[in-house]
């Protein structure tokens, strides 16, 4: 029983570019949460969707950040124009519905 | 506005004693309270959580106990093991509120056993 997917696990880019995270969350679980965690603190939320709705957003920069959950594939998170402050390790998470959330191995972005 | 808060950064603690890790929250909305452990470069790792309606609640060497009035939470592990050393965050979310679902963290504690 496969656990969360998140690819890339490491993704170099440099200013400017844009950046697509992947996550496949566990079988049979339609909920799947981003979090952002920069360097020496706590996770951070940033969005919460369900197949095709974004339910909340309130954690997601207003600009340059958007993510989705197709009714078929993985769920992306996507960064354009890239800035040093991006750098961060972003984990997605996923729950069969409000309980508990179970997370993914992360992937570590960093901005050059 | 940190409304999850580890006030440790650190604990360390002698293999075989109990470890005893704190939060404090501030939001009275929060009703779910969890636990995860955090190795270097891996996502977090579900431990234990615990709803509000309950004071205590135990998984073999965790537990997890509640006390709403004074808005803080503990995890125990007894006995600790070399194993346990990772970083640990308590986590809360307001679950019985449609849309709310999403976790706040505290800074997380990290824990070192010492052999």
């Known amino acids: 029983n496969a656990g969360v997917m998140q690819n890339p696990r490491h993704l170099v880019r440099r200013r400017g570019q844009e950046a697509r995270l992947r996550c496949s969350p566990m079988?049979?679980?339609?909920?799947v949460y981003w979090y952002r965690q920069l360097p020496e603190e706590g996770l951070k939320f940033m969005v919460y969707?369900?197949?095709?709705?974004?339910?909340?957003e309130s954690g997601m920069p207003k600009e340059r950040f958007s993510a989705e959950f197709p009714k078929e594939g993985p769920s992306i998170l996507r960064i354009q124009q890239v800035v040093r402050g991006d750098s961060a390790a972003y984990f997605c998470?996923?729950?069969?519905?409000?309980?508990?959330?179970?997370f993914g191995p992360g992937t570590r972005l960093t901005v050059l | 506005d940190q409304q999850v808060k580890q006030n440790s950064p650190s604990l360390s603690v002698q293999e075989g004693r109990i470890s005893i890790l704190n939060c404090d929250y501030t939001?009275?909305?929060?009703?779910?309270f969890l636990w995860y452990k955090k190795y270097p470069a891996e996502g977090p790792t579900f431990l234990i959580s615990?709803?509000?309606?309950?004071d205590k609640n135990e998984d073999g060497r965790f537990t997890v106990f509640l006390n709403k009035s004074a808005k803080h939470l503990s995890l125990h592990i007894v006995p600790s093991q070399p194993g346990d050393s990772a970083v640990y965050f308590c986590?809360?979310?307001?679950?019985?509120?449609?849309?709310?679902?999403?976790?706040?963290f505290g800074t997380g504690t990290r824990l070192t056993i010492i052999p």
């Open positions: 998470a996923s729950s069969r519905n409000t309980d508990t959330q179970y």
């Open positions: 079988k049979g679980h339609s909920h």
């Open positions: 969707l369900q197949k095709e709705n974004i339910i909340d």
């Open positions: 939001n009275s909305m929060f009703d779910y």
């Open positions: 615990i709803s509000s309606i309950k």
């Open positions: 986590a809360a979310s307001a679950r019985s509120s449609f849309g709310n679902e999403k976790l706040t």
